[in-house]
């Protein structure tokens, strides 16, 4: 429906193709770059930025929750510097990010890292703030404690905020990527969208916008929502 509409207004609209392409011509330039590579290169690279970034935003994001839930100092300090760094927008950081490392891979993977640490620190704070005082006093009347009693009880009950966490953190990051490709190096698919933008080719663009939707899609609800699902079943929560 929407694209015989998207279609007709094309064809009947006085604007330019290269301004206003059509839903085929859309469809052929999206066909033709993945059939040459160049949209598979881009997608490769994209998300090869994104895991390595996204997984050390977990482990920052981890590590910091612990810090803030175990300590009350840090809490007083820390916890309060994370939420206000949380509120800005990780592309602000870019410019810092280029006198720090320069236009490269480096400060793309810093704008994406960064993107998500955050919000992955406020939700494993959460989560293990929120680790029933019951489960705590049994696991300890058991005699767990140290790293046995943060991997059999804090971790396990934290573990459905903690799914919540990587779904949020993950679209952070996802956007990080785009705007940081939009803006840096890299042939990933923000500088593939660039590109289209530069040689006024909206059919190149909207074809990697539609890529960029399809992939976070796929990934929100595929992945992390039946993630979510599954655990909230099985704890019991839903």
């Known amino acids: 429906m929407l694209a015989g509409i998207w279609e007709v207004t ?21 066909l033709s770059g993945l059939i040459s590579g160049q949209m598979i290169s881009a997608i490769t690279s994209s998300l090869g930025r994104l895991l390595l970034g996204f997984s050390i935003a977990i482990i920052l994001g981890l590590l910091l929750g612990y810090l803030i839930w175990r300590f009350k100092l840090v809490e007083d300090t820390l916890g309060f510097l994370v939420t206000a760094l949380q509120s800005i927008p990780s592309i602000v950081w870019f410019p810092l990010a280029i006198i720090w490392f320069g236009l490269n ?3 793309i993977l810093f704008i994406v890292t960064i993107g998500a640490t955050w919000t992955m620190t406020i939700n494993a704070t959460s989560g293990f703030k929120n680790v029933p005082t019951l489960y705590q006093r049994v696991g300890k009347t058991f005699g767990s404690n140290g790293f ?21 953190a993950w679209a952070f990051s996802w956007r ?3 705007a940081g490709e939009l803006l840096g190096a890299g042939n990933g698919l923000g500088q593939l969208l660039e590109t289209g933008r530069s040689l006024g080719q909206m059919d190149l ?6 890529i960029i939707g399809v992939i976070g899609t796929i990934m929100d ?8 699902r599954n655990v909230q079943k099985k704890w019991g929560v839903s």
């Open 205 to 210: 663009v909207i074809s990697v916008m539609i």
């Open 176 to 178: 990080a990527l785009m």
């Open 148 to 168: 046995h009693f943060l991997r059999t009880v804090i971790l396990p009950s934290s573990v459905p905020q903690l799914i919540s966490g990587l779904r949020i």
């Open 105 to 107: 891979d480096i400060a």
């Open 10 to 30: 094309s064809r009947l609209s006085d604007l330019p193709t290269f301004m206003f392409p059509s839903f085929t011509q859309v469809i052929q330039t999206l």
């Open 221 to 228: 609800n595929v992945v992390f929502l039946r993630l979510e």
